[in-house]
T-cell receptor, first 113, second 113 residues
């Protein structure tokens, strides 16, 4: 069965520092991979996704993620954190033709001034 | 925001009472999903629909039923609410095609006392 593991339930960085949020997945077939962001008391917003093709995917708000098949990883990065990036981030894998999503448990990003 | 609304947005109810949550979409999407969000678990799929009157179970379907009598509405029913069903419930649609992405509604916060 597919699963998603996000390492670190909380990550704290200083404003201007590199953001790295880790995601590893298990899937027996080529996966569809997603990162979503959730701001307090809001729904989920799509940051970026990988389906096929280029393994480095660029998303909104300066985020990007790299699909590494050999490592079964899809880590999310941003070169320079901004205070507005403080939120919870979810990695997800798409399952079969029904496109059900399996989510990781989430990582809360804290940005220090 | 993919034209998704959820109602009610907040609800407090008592154990043993029936509860129905509504998801409404305005863009004629075929696929619709219900997830619940709980701390430390990310989002977990309850039920999904791939067309009018076509539904299937997800990972955590026990205690829930769904109905879809028309394309735009997907209802989630808790026949007899329990405290373990206190959660935030999100509806999502799948936008098929070049994007092939799930977009989420604003959520319903349900408290079962």
């Amino acid at each position: 069965a597919q699963s998603v593991t996000q390492l670190g339930s909380h990550v704290s960085v200083s404003e201007g520092a590199l953001v790295l949020l880790r995601c590893n997945y298990s899937s027996s077939v080529p996966p569809y991979l997603f990162w979503y962001v959730q701001y307090p008391n809001q729904g989920l917003q799509l940051l970026l996704k990988y389906t096929t093709g280029a393994t480095l995917v660029k998303g909104i708000n300066g985020f990007e993620a790299e699909f590494k098949k050999s490592e079964t990883s899809f880590h999310l990065t941003k070169p320079s954190a901004h205070m507005s990036d403080a939120a919870e981030y979810f990695c997800a894998v798409g399952v079969d033709s029904s496109y059900k999503l399996i989510f990781g448990s989430g990582t809360r990003l804290l940005v220090r001034p | 925001d993919a034209g998704i609304t959820q109602s009610p947005r907040h609800k407090v109810t008592e154990t043993g009472t029936p509860v129905t949550l509504r998801c409404h979409q305005t863009e004629n999407h075929r696929y619709m999903y219900w997830y619940r969000q709980d701390p430390g678990h990310g989002l977990r799929l309850i039920h999904y629909s791939y067309g009018v009157k076509d539904t299937d179970k997800g990972e955590v379907s026990d205690g829930y039923s769904v109905s879809r009598s028309k394309t735009e509405d997907f209802l989630l029913t808790l026949e007899s609410a329990t405290s373990s069903q206190t959660s935030v419930y999100f509806c999502a649609i799948r936008e098929v095609g070049s994007t092939d992405t799930q977009y989420f509604g604003p959520g319903t916060r349900l408290t079962v006392l």
